[in-house]
């Protein structure tokens, strides 16, 4: 099997070997991951919870005193050249964060516990690391993604590689920052670990509910070897439209657009809640301990309780979260409530004879407003109308997807920052893909480095100030870039 070098031409490896990237992806999913190695008895399992965590760093044109000519560093870089800047005092601390649990799994697995994990870094952190010589963080991410002693115990969930909010980011886009995270993870941890991803983590826990851009999402990760994705509770409902009812069993996320194309995927739904505050004091388990098994497609399972909170921010998760992850490996190892991971559960779950056609289907958020009025396969134009009428009669009623938080608009208040990223979009829209260019070449990787990094999430998150400036920066490079290479 190929070895795709981590850089290219000073740049991140995240096009280019796309051939090669997808053999990967296929050859790995005619294997199971954790079935042969899993230590856990399903059959007799009461319930089981499982933890992601969620790593990120944006990039930003702060390395130098003039933001138009400052090197693009990682945002930790930034934090731990100005220590007396706010919290910036805490990068040391961040970047023993995203290594640490290179650190725990080994040593709980050598203590003869089960610890489990799920790991989701966005692709600006891997790259900004790297640049800035953590090498320490990728050895001991290393260890327990690919030695066979260590990896069952954890599941790496993919990415958009620059941490784009899904349902306000062109879907040609997002489809690139998909595939350019699984190119870059490849190029870090090898092509077989590649093959072992199986779930996806949407940035900002952001689900597209406009019936085109979520049929657009669910396709693409379908396409790019997806088998499940992380949602949370208030972004999905059922199809009478009210919301999950058994939120601790996988579901069917069924995404139809307005030309009457389907397309679903297994859905783990993430229960709401302080994130940081569930997952650093383990709340899942603690949770999972009260359930017993349910029925489902004929056969009686445990449920799983899951949750992902951002791995590093927060005093919980710095201070709190390693003794009590200790203390609760070791109280469930071998018990009725183990930790899994989600392919892990799935795996039992299928393996027992329930098929995907037995989960319960959800829908995204206020699509039933819309199917109440809309026919599939009545075209574009049809359901802007009826979507229009529904804005109108009711403010409440949006497209514009829900993530995490349902007091935030990603588009709101942002046309400052949306105006040229679109602008960028279209470019190269007009000047890349539908030339056809080759994505081998040095122009194609820089000016996709520059796009997928000028839609990073962070830039609208605050809203303002030096944020928004940051991304119209690397907006602006991009846009020079295409124009003169191009």
């Not at 870089?77 to 649990?101: E, L, S, T």
């Amino acid at each position: 099997m190929s070895v795709l070098p981590e850089y290219v031409g000073g740049l991140p490896n995240i096009c280019g070997s796309e051939p090669v990237v997808e053999e990967a992806i296929r050859r790995g999913q005619g294997h199971s991951v954790f079935a042969a190695d899993s230590r856990v008895d399903f059959s007799r399992i009461r319930s089981a919870a499982a933890i992601a965590l969620h790593m990120h760093q944006p990039l930003t044109p702060a390395g130098g005193p003039d933001i138009c000519t400052a090197a693009i560093i990682s945002n930790l870089k930034y934090m731990m050249d100005n220590p007396n800047i706010g919290d910036n005092h805490n990068a040391p601390v961040f970047h023993w964060c995203y290594k640490r649990m290179g650190e725990f799994i080994p040593q709980l697995l050598n203590q003869g516990k089960e610890p489990r994990v799920m790991l989701d870094y966005s692709g600006t952190l891997l790259h900004g690391m790297r640049d800035m010589g953590l090498n320490d963080v990728f050895d001991d991410l290393r260890r327990i993604t690919c030695e066979a002693e260590y990896r069952r115990a954890v599941e790496w969930v993919g990415s958009a590689w620059g941490h784009p909010v899904a349902p306000s980011t062109p879907v040609q886009d997002y489809r690139l920052h998909v595939k350019a995270w699984q190119h870059h993870f490849a190029a870090i941890f090898g092509l077989e670990a590649l093959g072992r991803v199986r779930g996806f983590s949407p940035a900002e826990m952001a689900l597209p509910n406009h019936p085109d851009v979520a049929y657009e999402f669910v396709r693409t990760l379908r396409d790019c070897g997806y088998q499940w994705v992380l949602v949370q509770e208030h972004t999905v409902e059922q199809p009478d439209g009210r919301g999950p009812e058994r939120k601790h069993v996988p579901h069917r996320l069924v995404c139809r657009n307005s030309e009457g194309k389907e397309a679903s995927i297994v859905a783990i739904i993430k229960t709401q809640g302080s994130d940081t505050k569930l997952v650093g004091q383990m709340q899942p388990y603690y949770e999972a301990k009260g359930l017993s098994r349910w029925e489902l497609g004929g056969k009686s399972v445990p449920p799983l309780v899951s949750q992902i909170a951002d791995g590093e921010n927060g005093g919980v998760m710095m201070n709190e979260f390693p003794p009590k992850y200790f203390d609760v490996i070791w109280e469930c190892s071998g018990s009725d409530t183990p930790l899994m991971n989600v392919t892990e559960y799935l795996e039992h779950l299928f393996a027992l004879g329930v098929r995907e056609r037995d989960l319960p289907v959800l829908q995204p958020l206020f699509q039933k407003r819309i199917w109440e009025r809309f026919r599939p396969g009545d075209g574009p134009e049809k359901l802007a109308g009826v979507i229009d009428g529904l804005g109108k009669e009711d403010s409440r009623f949006h497209v514009e997807g829900g993530s995490w938080t349902n007091n935030i608009s990603w588009t709101r208040g942002y046309d400052a920052l949306l105006g040229p990223m679109e602008m960028v979009s279209a470019l190269f829209w007009e000047k890349v893909l539908k030339p056809g260019r080759p994505s081998n070449e040095h122009r194609y990787r820089n000016a996709l480095f520059h796009l997928l990094a000028s839609q990073t999430s962070c830039y609208r998150y605050w809203g303002q100030g030096i944020w928004v400036d940051y991304g119209r920066e690397i907006c602006r490079r991009a846009t020079e870039i295409l124009n003169h290479d191009f």
